[in-house]
T-cell receptor, first 112, second 110 residues
Framework: ETGVTQSPTHLIKTRGQQVTLRCSSQSGHNTVSWYQQALGQGPQFIFQYYREEENGRGNFPPRFSGLQFPNYSSELNVNALELDDSALYLC???????????FGPGTRLTVL | GEDVEQSLFLSVREGDSSVINCTYTDSSSTYLYWYKQEPGAGLQLLTYIFSNMDMKQDQRLTVLLNKKDKHLSLRIADTQTGDSAIYFCAEYPGTYKYIFGTGTRLKVLA
């Protein structure tokens, strides 16, 4: 148990819809990152939030957006869902400047 | 590029040692990690090594780092059926993102 929680655990949406995924970071961790893990692949970095601002982004289009709240929890929003967005979405938290990040159990998103 | 490479599959017998290999790309990576993922679960941090180290041992786990060849390996001694999982190596070049390999699926035969 890492102390990082995510909700929901599973989600089914249809193409064109919008989805919001949630993450609560481990106590004391102020930096949250989101990753997309397609089936059979390694996690791909989406973006990172620190002090409620995005401070790093991977190769994902603008329809992937996020928020971080004063309690360091975070949301990942995806608009105009596409079939290829079907994946496990992982949230990871760490303290700023820390060596390691810790992952939550993920949200499995299926887009039909 | 940003490709961290790993072999896809490894099969070993219970009680044997497993060695999982990884080749990373960024020579400036400050830390290198090994994560374990069981079916339907998130990633569990197993161990990590700082780039100025050659080796790190943690109970049954031994990490070897060859910076010249950008090669990282994870040895699991006395492999058990509970070690069956996908193992990911990841590099952290000191920016904001961790770069993961595609994972090695370890199957332990009883």
């Amino acid at each position: 148990e890492t102390g990082v929680t995510q909700s929901p655990t599973h989600l089914i949406k249809t193409r064109g819809q919008q989805v919001t995924l949630r993450c609560s970071s481990q106590s004391g961790h102020n930096t949250v990152s989101w990753y997309q893990q397609a089936l059979g692949q390694g996690p791909q970095f989406i973006f990172q939030y620190y002090r409620e601002e995005e401070n790093g982004r991977g190769n994902f289009p603008p329809r992937f957006s996020g928020l971080q709240f004063p309690n360091y929890s975070s949301e990942l929003n995806v608009n105009a869902l596409e079939l290829d967005d079907s994946a496990l979405y992982l949230c990871a938290s760490r303290s700023r400047g820390a060596d390691t990040q810790y992952f939550g159990p993920g949200t499995r998103l299926t887009v039909l | 590029g940003e490709d961290v490479e790993q072999s896809l599959f490894l099969s070993v017998r219970e009680g044997d040692s497993s060695v999982i290999n990884c080749t990373y790309t960024d020579s400036s990576s400050t830390y290198l990690y090994w994560y374990k993922q069981e079916p339907g679960a998130g990633l569990q941090l197993l161990t990590y090594i700082f780039s100025n180290m050659d080796m790190k041992q943690d109970q049954r786990l031994t990490v070897l780092l060859n910076k010249k060849d950008k090669h990282l390996s994870l040895r699991i001694a006395d492999t058990q059926t509970g070690d069956s999982a996908i193992y990911f190596c990841a590099e952290y070049p000191g920016t904001y993102k961790y770069i993961f390999g595609t994972g090695t699926r370890l199957k332990v035969l009883a």
